[in-house]
């Protein structure tokens, strides 16, 4: 398993920013898909996720700014991610599980911090 994230920079508060994250080594249309952040002396959090069929959840901090989607045709997923705060720098790493399903649909909360498979990370610096 293999997941390439990129896309991280240096933006204004206020702006724009998208990842993306290129997957590899398995079989990406059937797994869920989430996007996590660790900022520095934080745990790794979880922001957003998308199941295999497209049904999406995010985090309270992040709902309405941030868009998870996907391109099965592609083997990627994306974060849109808009109106950034400073609070949003972080390294965001990718992830593989389909423990997501369940965090997504209400079902359990989310998984363990070293659960699913991962990519490195990209770092998103937001300035004020």
């Known amino acids: 398993v293999q997941l390439q994230a990129s896309g991280g920079g240096l933006v204004q508060a206020g702006g724009s920013l998208r990842l993306s994250c290129v997957a590899s080594?398995?079989?990406?249309?059937?797994?869920?898909m989430g996007w996590y952040r660790q900022a520095p002396g934080e745990q790794r959090e979880l922001v957003a996720a998308?199941?295999?069929?497209?049904?999406?959840k995010y985090a309270d901090s992040v709902k309405g700014r941030f868009t998870i989607s996907r391109d099965n045709a592609k083997d990627t997923v994306y974060l849109q991610m808009n109106s950034v705060e400073p609070e949003d720098t972080a390294i965001y790493y990718c992830?593989?599980?389909?423990?997501?399903?369940?965090?997504?649909?209400?079902?359990?909360?989310?998984?363990?911090?070293?659960?699913?498979?991962w990519g490195q990370g990209t770092l998103v610096t937001v300035s004020s």
């Open positions: 080594g398995f079989s990406f249309g059937i797994y869920h």
């Open positions: 992830n593989a599980d389909q423990l997501l399903g369940l965090w997504v649909l209400g079902l359990d909360g989310a998984p363990a911090p070293d659960s699913g498979s």
């Open positions: 998308i199941t295999s069929g497209g049904t999406t």
